[in-house]
């Protein structure tokens, strides 16, 4: 789902991966204020797994441009009413998507079917708006904290040890996954304004091909996973499960640079 974002047509990918998938709406828009790129969310829900699905895109390109880089080298701002500060630049692609529509979209879908499970993805810039999406439906109470699941790939640190104490405490089940040296999840540096990743992480470092083990870190920044690497590697962004994220063009199949 969170490949899906990148296809121009994310209801194939619903209906390639589910028995009894519905695709809802697809949002898209400029995603921020540096208007250097659109960002999209898209909602469905899986019958069969009885769950409603959120997911994410921050940039039409997986590539973090000169714009972003400048824009995530900010000062983070309050938010969530004082309880955790995040980057403006995030908060604002997030809530240009679910102000237009997303949120509409959830709620329908929410009350068209009870009892379902949310989860909620994305990857890279998407990756922060997931996780930002989460915390704003839990500290809302739109939804059971205890029924979502926010599964990430590639996710930067998306604000200070505040929002990384918040998430912990009211999204329970909270995953990043990182890639080997993925360079994303590096940023914003630790060093600057103190911006910190909340937990837990998943860390394969190795291709992630299918049995390839991984390490669990249920810490916000554990020191066995990803930040033990101190070097970076682009390429490892873009590269996860077998699949290059943003070629995922046809389907939800991806493209596979090894086969």
């Known amino acids: 789902m969170a490949a899906a974002t990148f296809s121009s047509n994310p209801e194939l990918c619903v209906k390639d991966n589910f028995k009894q998938g519905e695709f809802k709406r697809k949002i898209e828009v400029q995603c921020d204020h540096i208007k250097a790129d659109t960002c999209l ?13 959120l997911s994410f895109r921050g940039s039409e390109n997986s590539e973090v441009s000169q714009e972003v880089i400048d824009a995530i080298l900010e000062l983070p701002i309050p938010a969530f009413g004082g309880k955790g500060k995040v980057l403006d630049y995030f908060l604002t692609a997030f809530t240009d998507v679910w102000k237009n529509g997303m949120k509409d979209d959830f709620l329908s879908l929410k009350n068209a079917n ?8 994305g990857h890279s810039l998407g990756a922060a708006m997931a996780s930002l999406a989460a915390t704003t439906i839990a500290t809302s109470k739109l939804f ?25 405490s009211t999204v329970p089940y909270a995953i990043r996954v990182v890639h080997k040296n993925d360079l994303v999840p590096a940023i914003p540096p630790q060093f600057l304004y103190g911006y910190r990743h909340h937990k837990s992480e998943v860390w394969y470092n190795n291709d992630m091909a299918v049995g390839d083990p991984w390490i669990e870190c249920d810490e916000d920044e554990g020191k066995q996973c990803s930040d033990s690497e101190t070097t970076v590697v682009g390429s490892d962004h873009d590269y996860y499960y077998g699949v290059t994220v943003s070629m995922a063009s046809y389907g939800c199949k991806g493209w596979n640079p090894y086969v």
């Open 114 to 121: 009870p009892g379902y499970e949310l989860w909620i993805t």
């Open 41 to 53: 969310g898209f909602s469905a829900v899986s019958h069969s797994d009885k769950a409603i699905i």
């Open 144 to 168: 059971d904290p205890n029924e979502i699941k926010l599964v990430t790939y590639g996710q930067p640190r998306v604000g200070d040890h505040s929002y990384a104490a918040l998430v912990d």
